[in-house]
């Protein structure tokens, strides 16, 4: 059993071949806006978190299948939880490590620092530390140009990173994203 556990559930993101509907739904019916949108990808919320949504655009992520409603593709990609501080996510992977529970990907959004699991069923979750105190610092991300030119992220090494912490480096220098290349693939459904 993991002593840690998440502050709080915060996203869940779907992919779509309808993404222009999803996203119009979803703005009608929970009152949300969009905080950032390209041809592939929508991040929408309704109060104070970064995003409530996203939505990826298979049309243009998973073009070469066109079947409308396959589960498995389209449907939900993961629902995500924030941890109180990167200490926290460094050393529940460490103790979940060690039941062979690993992430299928470890990826630096920019806004937030996350890990993928997968349970059994292959469900997907993200556990997250948020980057920035403030979610005026963390819309400015997403509004400026590090985020539109790498809106996926850039992968990590989780143990690398739990070994420089408690080695003395403060959990700034791995909140700020100071490198935005290589763009990361989206891993877990997508890849398979
Ligand atoms: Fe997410």
Redesign the pocket.
Known sequence: MSGIRPMKFV?V?YRTRRFEQMVRWYETVFGAKVQYQNPALAFLTYDSEHHRF?FANLDILKPESSEKDRRGLVGVD?L?YTYASLKDLLENYEQLKAQHIKPYWCVHHGMTVSMYYADPDRNQM?FQVDCFASTEEANAFMEGPHFAENPIGVEYDPDDWLARLRAGTPPSEFLVRRIHEPVSPIRGSFAS
């Open positions: 996203h993101v996203a993961h995500a993200e």
